[in-house]
């Protein structure tokens, strides 16, 4: 228990002071016109001695009065300002500290509605703090390990790199490896600058209108030699003149990011389809792959950062390709989903409202 200081002494003292004024004046005032009343209807005289003793007695109980005020007002405030003060304090204190599990209890007593939505505010507060904290411990132990993976394959390739009885073959296998690894990282790094100015909106859209089914075709055929390696079939039906009003940077990374997964996915022989309907409304375009599919648990997940449902292609990629697809979609306030069956393939559905 904090002991008083000389300024809380003053400080209730004036209080006290302030109290015992305004209880004098309004007694004052109500003996000396009960007095006056008194005396017209009565005829009553009123001597110096009557004045006198009533003034000492009036005196007295506005001491007593103003005491009586004083320890009620006390009471009060122990229990309507203080004893709240002191909790929300304590848990904006444990908040400041670092202790995001904090949470405060409803208060029950009548007049406390005001403390109340100041404590619902602190717990919202402390609930959004506790999901940032989350997500910083999980990005930085997320990004700290899929930069371990290329760093260690790039340490490894130097250091068979320096080996004097190298072959040039093994030497051109190793630099690429080392080349490779760089570039994986160097993706990272973009993809995690390019989520970041969008969480902290400093990216604004450059909304104009263009035609949606271009932009489908320009972008599918950057991966004409992915698909003719692989020996995978390509299927279109794009709707003609089906117009958006977009910012078509924004969407060129969401259709690059899904067909990359379509034809990491997608083994040899396989097929991607892509097509692209219209309604009123709404611009609807769906990638389709013949790859190995996902659970719905992994499905769920797939929109998450550095979230990898199947970690055998981990190595292409770094889980935050559909991350960054899904917060551009988000920004340009349309939807997507997926529909997958394992071993069959799966579906993205992606929906952009029109002009």
Not at 239 to 244: F, G, L, R
Request: with cysteine; aromatic share 8%.
């Amino acid at each position: 228990m904090k002991k008083p200081t000389i300024k809380s002494i003053l400080r209730s003292v004036n209080s006290f002071l302030l109290f015992f004024l305004t209880v004098g004046f309004i007694v004052s005032c109500c003996m000396m016109l009960f007095l006056s009343i008194l005396a017209n209807t009565t005829e009553l005289t009123l001597t110096a001695d009557n004045i006198a003793t009533a003034a000492k007695v009036t005196f007295l109980n506005v001491i007593l009065i103003t005491f009586l005020f004083k320890f009620a007002d006390y009471i009060r405030r122990k229990i309507m300002v203080d004893r709240p003060t002191k909790i929300i304090t304590e848990a904006t204190e444990k908040i400041m500290s670092g202790d995001f599990s904090v949470r405060i209890s409803p208060m029950q007593s009548s007049g406390m509605e005001g403390f109340n939505q100041i404590a619902m505010a602190i717990n919202q507060m402390a609930e959004e703090l506790s999901g940032v904290e989350t997500l910083r411990t999980d990005f930085i132990a997320n990004v700290s390990h899929e930069m371990k993976t290329p760093l260690s394959v790039m340490q490894n390739y130097g250091t068979l790199l320096q080996s004097p009885d190298l072959s040039e073959e093994k030497r051109i296998e190793y630099a690429k490896g080392v080349i490779d690894s760089s570039r994986r990282m160097a993706d990272m790094m973009t993809n995690i600058l390019k989520l970041n100015r969008l969480e902290n909106q400093q990216f604004y859209p450059q909304v104009s209108e263009y035609d949606l089914g271009e932009q489908l075709c320009e972008c599918l055929l950057q991966y004409e030699n992915v698909w003719e390696k692989a020996n995978i079939e390509i299927e279109t039906d794009i709707a003609e003149d089906v117009t958006v009003k977009a910012d078509a940077e924004l969407l060129g990374h969401v259709w690059n990011n899904l067909f990359s997964n379509a034809f990491k996915f997608t083994p040899a022989g396989g097929m991607v389809t892509v097509s692209l309907t219209a309604t009123e409304h709404y611009a609807i375009v769906k990638v389709t792959d013949t790859g190995c599919g996902m659970t719905p648990d992994v499905g769920a997940h797939i929109f998450e950062k550095f979230y990898q449902g199947d970690t055998s292609h981990s190595v292409q990629g770094n889980g935050l390709g559909l991350a960054l697809v899904k917060k551009v979609i988000d920004i340009m306030q349309g939807e997507i989903g997926v529909e997958s069956t394992v071993g069959k393939g799966s579906t993205f559905i992606v929906k952009i409202r029109r002009a």
